[in-house]
């Protein structure tokens, strides 16, 4: 597909059973929908079996409640991408599935409305290559990322307001750039980034993640782990919050920064405990302990708690 499809007030589905491309040359590739204030039904939804590779200059969904369904074997986004809601109440809705294969976006994912979602789920490894932010009012706006495979984020992401940054069941997840969470104005919806891989997963982070807590709105959560292994040469930055790093096997903090607000818990680093008889219970601190802390910017500085937990790979 190399024209443009439009779609006044409507949704535009595309269904195929093979691979689906869009190209830039010679048209433009553009899948476009516009909604009226009234009409909530502006979409896109792509179904194929095979590939989608979206590779025109821009995917644009217009209305009071736009979504943008995808789903895919493996799912390649290349085209810039876009969800505008100018109503005061309309949620934005980014969903995309690639099964059993990888997901890879190299031009930018950004909503704006009073809150909205980015959701993506691969089979395979699901590689971030350009920014993504999800812009609410005063709703919920969410980041939500899951994948059977690895998961990288190479360029940085934002969700503001009431933000929620998830990375969930991966098993090697890399943040190499920065991620922005803001709680809600006036609903209290607190700012949290969550980054947990598969069991036996490793975590590592080399860009900044920060949670901006406001007192009077929501404190800013910031939660990596339970992971086998945690490497941290970046910062995690909750504003008003609480940093918890939980890790079963290794935590290398040489190089990075951990900044929290005492009154609300600090920073929390919870080790896999020693347990002889493997009851659950604790008979002694850190089985292995955490390194590179003295090599590490931490206000205040960490509690070092050991918990019950498995080992890496049992
Ligand atoms: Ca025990």
Redesign the pocket.
């Known amino acids: 597909m190399s024209g443009s499809l439009e779609a006044l007030d409507t949704a535009l589905i595309i269904a195929v059973t093979g691979n689906l491309t869009s190209k830039r040359f010679p048209g433009s590739g553009n899948l476009h929908t516009r909604g009226s204030v009234i009409s909530p039904g502006s979409g896109i939804v792509i179904a194929a079996d095979g590939d989608v590779t979206l590779s025109g200059s821009l995917v644009e969904v217009d209305g009071t409640e736009p979504f943008l369904w995808i789903s895919g074997a493996n799912i390649q986004i290349n085209s810039r991408t876009v969800l505008t809601s100018p109503s005061p109440y309309g949620t934005t809705q980014v969903d995309i599935e690639a099964y059993p294969g990888s997901l890879t976006t190299t031009r930018p994912i950004t909503t704006s409305g009073e809150g909205g979602y980015i959701v993506m789920y691969a089979g395979g490894d699901i590689a971030i290559g350009d920014k993504m932010r999800v812009s609410g009012t005063d709703g919920i706006s969410q980041i939500l990322i899951s994948a059977d495979g690895d998961v990288a984020i190479d360029a940085p992401l934002a969700c503001r307001t009431g933000g929620d940054f998830e990375v969930t069941g991966a098993q090697k997840i890399a943040i190499h750039s920065d991620v922005i969470v803001t709680t809600g104005r006036s609903t209290g919806e607190n700012a949290q980034a969550i980054v947990t891989p598969a069991p036996g997963g490793s975590v590592e982070i080399t860009g900044k993640i920060k949670a901006f807590g406001e007192v009077a709105t929501g404190i800013g959560e910031i939660t990596i782990g339970p992971a086998c292994s945690v490497a941290l040469s970046g910062e995690l930055l909750a504003r008003k919050g609480t940093t918890t790093v939980q890790y079963s096997d290794s935590f290398d903090a040489t190089g990075g920064r951990l900044v929290a607000t005492a009154s609300q818990g600090g920073n929390q680093i919870l080790c896999r405990c020693i347990?002889?008889?493997n009851?659950g219970?604790?008979?002694g601190g850190c089985a292995i302990p955490p390194v590179g802390l003295n090599q590490a910017v931490t206000s205040p500085k960490p509690v070092v708690e050991p918990v019950p937990m498995s080992a890496c790979g049992s």
């Open positions: 347990d002889n008889n009851d219970t604790c008979d």
